[in-house]
């Protein structure tokens, strides 16, 4: 078993690549855990991600027609572990952001966590479908904070007793009262043709969002960056009647947007000045390829 000091939390980034890695950690294997590495779906397919010389990319964001579904990096990192067992204490595991998808793959990739199906259904709730999974909460709604030791803590605790840390309970009550606030931002919407646009504050999760607009093609979260106020944040989710093969990661939107088939933004990258029309006007051509 790794300790988790064996788990780096990298700086936030779009992608990386894997020349970056292997300068970084150069004497070690490395898991690279719920992040794009550029290029990385080039190099050899294995189970559970790719494999290029000493890296391990253990992710769901490459763009392929196999990642093109309710994929998760930790049901990846479950299959990997299930095939070829967890990560050495020689070996390096880096993720970049503490999502509930990060932290988890990360964990059961350095054997903290055994690879169980209750660990993909949260990663598939946080990821994909919005549902309500506990472990899913608790680490969404610590995602911000990017304290890889209190979202582990906190996520160990719950899974050794069942009951939520005290010192995380103001987290999921913000994070809880977030839900509720999701319907004051509804009434605003509007739609441009099928893609319904929606202002959120920083605070809002974007797939939150994901029930109330059961006729959208696309649903486009704007709200003022959470770090640089003065750029928007713009997150883009493919609504309940998108055409079978719209994936976002494909779209021709601006380059600091970054995500997988069903959704991205730009968040990781600073947010933009580009304006909203532009990338809506983006998505309205793209849509009438369908």
Not at 2 to 25: G, R
Not at 113 to 141: F, V
């Amino acid at each position: 078993m790794v300790n988790k000091s064996a788990i780096t939390l990298l700086s936030l980034c779009k992608s990386i690549k894997i020349e970056d890695l292997q300068s970084q950690f150069p004497a070690s294997t490395i898991y690279a855990c719920d992040f794009y590495i550029e290029g990385i779906e080039k190099e050899t397919s294995i189970i559970g991600g790719f494999r290029s010389k000493t890296i391990i990319n253990i992710d769901h964001h490459a763009p392929i027609e196999d990642m093109a579904n309710f994929t998760t990096s930790t049901s990846l990192a479950v299959a990997y572990v299930q095939s070829y067992g967890s990560a050495r204490n020689d070996e390096k595991i880096v993720i970049n952001h503490t999502d509930c998808d990060s932290i988890l793959s990360s964990l059961v990739i350095a054997g903290i966590l055994q690879p169980k199906e209750e660990y993909k259904y949260a990663a598939l709730c946080a990821d994909h479908t919005g549902e309500i999974s506990e472990i899913s909460e608790i680490l969404q709604a610590l995602e911000k904070e990017r304290d890889l030791e209190l979202s582990s803590q906190a996520l160990l605790y719950f899974v050794s007793t069942g009951k939520i840390a005290q010192n995380v309970m103001p987290y999921i009550s913000a994070y809880k009262a977030c839900r509720e606030r999701v319907r004051d931002f509804i009434s605003n919407a509007y739609y441009v043709d099928d893609i319904a646009v929606v202002q959120i504050d920083n605070k809002i999760q974007s797939l939150m969002l994901l029930p109330y607009f059961p006729q959208a093609k696309i649903i486009m979260a704007i709200s003022p960056h959470s770090l640089y106020p003065e750029k928007t944040a713009i997150s883009i989710i493919r609504g309940p009647m998108a055409p079978k093969n719209l994936y976002i990661n494909t779209l021709p939107l601006p380059q600091e947007f970054g995500g997988r088939w069903n959704m991205g933004s730009n968040k990781r990258s600073g947010g933009t000045s580009f304006p909203i029309d532009s990338y809506i006007k983006i998505i309205q051509e793209a849509l009438k390829r369908f």
